[in-house]
């Protein structure tokens, strides 16, 4: 009996990148069907991508530095042991590419300087990610990539016994770069319009989204804090049932949007929506300065529902 092929697929991080990999996770399944699929990811994406159909197995990439030899001499064994037929770089990092040479230079595609199937698209930095991997597939032979689906998640939140309709809010984003995220004042006002709709605003973060959260919250008795208590699973399934969402260019944004869900995405100039905007049921406004950004603008993009708002 012949065995079947090994594939090995990287996608590292971060959680906007990781969703808008998903369309590739199943172009590659597909094209794949009976191979066994290994994912090297990491640590906060391991569980979320384990439950996925894509899947045979989930390593976790502890993403060991030069000095640390012991790991590395690790990593490369199993890299190595995995005998793996193909290998996709949805990652094309410098890491990644490090790992193509770790690995004794597999069949791979990617941007690795000698790979055998080499991403050659000249225009590969000026697109968006969305379709920079489907062309990188598409090279691979891989001719279609669909958009992310997430049908396939389930969770229970019930016990967040959240009152409807609600709004999902993520005042957060990377903590180093605050300039993406709109000031703590106008999501306040922002939350107050809500509620006295009737609508009860939802915030939702991680940990180091606590400022924001918690100045939202200190300030509106009717919003409900759920900072640091929903998974990717939850989120995505909170993120379906929300009558809408509205927040800065972060990754939960990406996961909310690629439900379904009615969002309204908030953009500074750190960062181009044209390269990474989310996609699916988005209105995106955007401002080189989000302090100037008044509260009128969002709340008329969510009422209005999804429609492009780049002005």
């Not at 605050?178 to 973060?205: N, Q, S, T």
């Not at 919250?217 to 208590?229: H, K, M, T, W």
């Not at 990754?251 to 996609?279: E, K, N, W, Y």
């Amino acid at each position: 009996m012949t065995e079947p092929a090994r594939i090995l697929v990287i996608k590292l991080s971060a959680l906007g990148d990781f969703v808008q990999a998903m369309g590739p996770f199943a172009a590659i399944r597909a094209h794949h069907r009976d191979a066994r699929i290994t994912l090297l990811t990491t640590k906060p994406y391991a569980e979320f991508a384990a439950a996925s159909p894509w899947f045979d197995e989930i390593w976790v990439d502890e993403r060991p530095r030069l000095w640390q030899l012991g790991a590395l001499l690790a990593l490369r064994r199993r890299l190595i042991g995995g005998r793996f037929d193909m290998v996709y770089d949805l990652q094309t990092s410098d890491r990644s590419g490090w790992y193509f040479r770790l690995m004794r230079r597999p069949n791979w595609s990617g941007i690795a300087p000698g790979c055998s199937h080499p991403d050659t698209n000249p225009d590969r930095e000026h697109i968006h990610t969305i379709e920079r991997q489907a062309i990188q597939l598409a090279l691979a032979g891989i001719p279609a990539t669909p958009p992310p689906d997430l049908s396939w998640v389930t969770a229970d939140v019930a016990r967040f016994a959240l009152k409807t309709p609600y709004v999902l809010i993520v005042p957060g984003g990377a903590p180093h770069r605050p300039a993406k995220r709109w000031p703590v004042e106008h999501y306040v006002a922002l939350v107050k319009a809500l509620a006295g709709r009737g609508i009860a605003p939802v915030l939702i973060g991680t940990m180091e989204d606590a400022g924001p959260v918690a100045g939202i919250d200190g300030a509106v008795i009717e919003a409900r804090s759920l900072l640091g208590q929903t998974s990717l699973a939850d989120l995505a399934v909170l993120a379906r049932g929300a009558a809408g969402a509205v927040g800065n260019d972060s990754g939960p944004m990406h996961l909310i949007a690629a439900t379904g869900c009615p969002s309204v995405v908030l953009f500074s100039a750190d960062s181009d929506p044209a390269l990474c905007a989310q996609r699916g049921r988005v209105a995106v406004i955007r401002r080189d300065d989000l302090a100037t950004l008044p509260l009128a603008p969002v709340l008329a993009a969510l009422d209005a529902g999804p429609a492009s708002l780049n002005r």
